[in-house]
């Protein structure tokens, strides 16, 4: 489609394994298959979600799009140009990153005057008019003109992300990567920081890719959420429809996994389920068949002789699953969920 | 009283920086008794960690406690801000959990080694039993291969595992109060949910009391009965879990509600707190939350705001205008609160 803003087509990032020196060994059981055959779409002024547990190389699909990592095989297009060969300098700016940690993010020698003297100016923006935008961009992100004139230290956890914020927005780009840019904060603090994105994402008209691993704050920011488990796409949609009706096992666990204020029952009561694969356990799964398998009330047979391809259940909502769209079995087979997650149509069969 | 395992009273403590004094937690009191979970809830720096600390003695450089008292199992360990024997009960009298795993555990020393140096120390288990416990222990935690595993190092492990680890140093000793500092902060929400899991189960085991200091709501209301919200290093709010969480009866509380809403809530919008918690300082007269407060009025900007009984018999707020906290709930429903 020609409408994308980013176009991730069958991107895969593999780690050689290196640990018999610092050469890529020829050897493959080792290595790490970080990013595995993805493909996302995210259109123009759309703000969509990613998310998955650690391990599950959704900071590593943020760096490719960022031009920090290469990928191995696939495509990445933007706005129509092909990226994974070769990025102009406008195409750089035009995605920008920010990044998780506010205390390593910034240098700690540089008062933020400067770091938002040196986006703009990158940016192309002359001289005589840069500290006046840098006095717009700090109180665009809600900032005082005051800390132009002092460094990162004097600054608490969520000012300094505010401060990212407004470096990534020196340079006027059209995509915003977000990596788990609220996972360092408080409670409170993240709040004042999606508000804060949400806002400079809809009063510029850009592309937010917000990555996390905080669902809560994903049905409260995106329109479209995009689920990874153990490098593959397991489930994408609208996130009002993942949430209501969550349709890959994954996906339900994750969501069951949220610790609740208010439920009737206790979630420490229920019977506890293995520990989910992550990338250092990851090396030797075979690719022909569904990571999931092993930690998924619905595995049969089929799970492990093929992978499962992303299928479109209704418009915009697809799975990775061959549960997903089976015959409608008696009910128990399906996995564990809160009560009020609500459950449209259990699908699952052990035969497929 | 005695059938508290562990007593707090009016713990306050300082911070002396530059020859400035800063007082980091002001008068908080809370007991315990064993099988109790009791949780604390607050933002970072508002004094919930150093209240953690300062119960097994290990405050760091330059802060002290300069009052408040500490009964563990009736005897005093701490009067009047005078540390009476609290080195004693570290380790096999409390036990406390960190935050990160990553840091707490030595990272040139066994796993198996870190669980039974702790045995030996406090239990007086000899060299080879005290290795068998270890390995017992681990395979308690649920790590598949204790035996080949508790010759690993943390670095080995995953983030799930080394917190598990160190849950079982701290657990194998068999503390009966067992703190725990936000363990669970750092890990994704399912191997969340298993560490979880694993700190109620000993609870429900071995009877300890266990106070569990965290940022998440929602982790509070799954482990503990009791939960106390902590603002600027004072009590604001104490009751009941469930009671307190569905009526807030302090505006703090009802924010920081509003702040991480229900994954299952209709509205799935974050409402941030105005103001900024980190910038206000404890020089504050008055109720430390005023500055931030929508209910704030002139009788908040001074004077003393200790917890006190308000509506049901176990409930207390610090808030002089508790009783209209609900208001709040409204206001946001019909969505002025912004």
């Known amino acids: ?352 | 009283m005695s059938e508290y395992v562990l007593d707090v009273r009016n713990l306050t403590i300082a911070i002396e920086r530059r020859g400035r004094t800063t007082t980091v937690v002001r008068d908080v009191s809370f007991a315990v008794r064993p099988g109790d979970a009791l949780g604390i809830v607050g933002e970072s720096g508002c004094g919930k960690s150093m209240t953690l600390r300062a119960l097994l003695g290990i405050l760091p450089r330059g802060a002290r406690l300069t009052s408040g008292s500490v009964w563990f199992e009736g005897r005093c360990v701490v009067r009047d801000g005078v540390d009476n024997g609290l080195a004693a009960l570290r380790g096999g009298g409390i036990g406390l959990v960190f935050q990160d795993a990553t840091s707490a555990l030595n990272p040139v020393m066994r796993i198996g080694n870190q669980i039974s140096e702790g045995l030996r120390r406090h239990a007086d288990v000899g060299r080879r039993a005290s290795h068998l416990a270890a390995v017992d222990t681990l395979r308690s935690l649920g790590f598949p291969a204790p035996e080949r595993q508790q010759r690993q190092f943390p670095h080995e492990l995953s983030g799930g595992m080394r917190q598990r680890a160190m849950i079982g140093m701290t657990t194998s000793c068999k503390p009966r109060v067992l703190l725990c500092d936000e363990p669970t902060t750092a890990l994704d929400v399912t191997t969340q949910l298993r560490v979880l899991r694993l700190i109620d189960s000993i609870r429900k085991a071995t009877g300890t009391a266990l106070v569990f200091v965290s940022h998440d709501l929602g982790v509070i209301a799954e482990i503990c009965s009791q939960v106390a919200v902590m603002y600027q290093g004072q009590f604001v709010e104490r009751g009941p879990t469930d009671e307190l969480f569905a009526t807030p009866m302090h505006p703090y509380t009802h924010g920081l509600l509003g702040a991480v809403p229900d994954i299952d809530a209709p509205d799935p919008r974050l409402f941030a707190i105005p103001g900024d918690g980190a910038a206000a300082n404890a020089d504050i007269s008055g109720c430390p939350f005023h500055p931030r407060c929508p209910l704030a009025v002139e009788a908040c900007r001074s004077g003393e705001f200790p917890l006190v009984t308000v509506g049901g018999a176990d409930r207390e707020s610090a808030c002089i205008r508790s009783a209209d906290v609900t208001g709040l709930h409204r206001r946001r429903d019909e969505g002025t609160d912004d």
Do not use: W
């Open chain 1, 1 to 352: 489609m020609t409408s994308a803003m980013l176009e991730v087509s069958s991107l895969s990032v593999v780690f050689p394994d290196r640990s018999y020196g610092p050469r890529p060994s020829r050897r493959t059981e080792n290595s790490v298959v970080a990013v595995d055959d993805v493909s996302i779409q995210v259109n123009a002024r759309e703000i969509v979600g990613v998310v998955g547990e650690s391990g599950s190389g959704k900071s590593t699909l943020c760096r490719v799009i960022a031009g920090l990592q290469q990928a191995t095989t696939g495509s990445l297009r933007y706005a129509g140009n092909d990226l994974a060969h070769k990025r102009t300098l406008a195409d750089r700016r035009a995605i920008q990153m920010i990044f998780q940690d506010p205390y390593t993010s910034l240098n700690p020698r540089l008062r933020i005057g400067y770091v938002l003297d040196e986006a703009l100016k990158v940016g192309g923006m002359p001289k005589a008019d840069r500290l006046e935008a840098a006095k717009e961009l700090l109180a665009s992100v809600g900032l005082p003109e005051s800390v132009l004139h002092i460094r990162p230290s004097r600054l608490s956890g969520g000012q300094r992300q505010r401060v990212a914020i407004a470096r990534a927005l020196a340079v006027q780009p059209q995509v915003i990567l977000a990596d788990e840019v609220t996972s360092a904060l408080d409670v409170s603090i993240q709040a004042v920081i999606v508000d804060l994105l949400a806002k400079a994402t809809l009063d510029r008209g850009l592309t937010l890719v917000f990555v996390t691993h905080n669902l809560q704050v994903v049905r409260a920011l995106c329109q479209r959420v995009v689920v990874l488990h153990a490098g593959r796409v397991v489930e994408a949609g609208p996130v009002s429809e993942i949430f209501a009706s969550p349709q890959h096992p994954y996906t339900r666990a994750l969501l069951a996994a949220i610790p609740r204020l208010h439920r009737s029952a206790s979630l420490l009561a229920e019977p506890t389920a293995d520990e989910s694969t992550t990338s250092a356990e990851r090396t030797a799964l075979p690719q022909a068949e569904c990571h999931f398998r092993q930690l998924c009330p619905l595995a049969h047979e089929r799970c492990r002789q093929e992978r499962p391809a992303l299928q479109a259940i209704s418009a915009g909502h697809e799975v990775a699953c061959h549960a997903v769209g089976q015959p409608e079995p008696s009910g128990d087979t399906a996995p564990r969920m809160s009560s009020s997650t609500g459950d449209g149509g259990v699908p699952g069969d052990r035969r497929g």
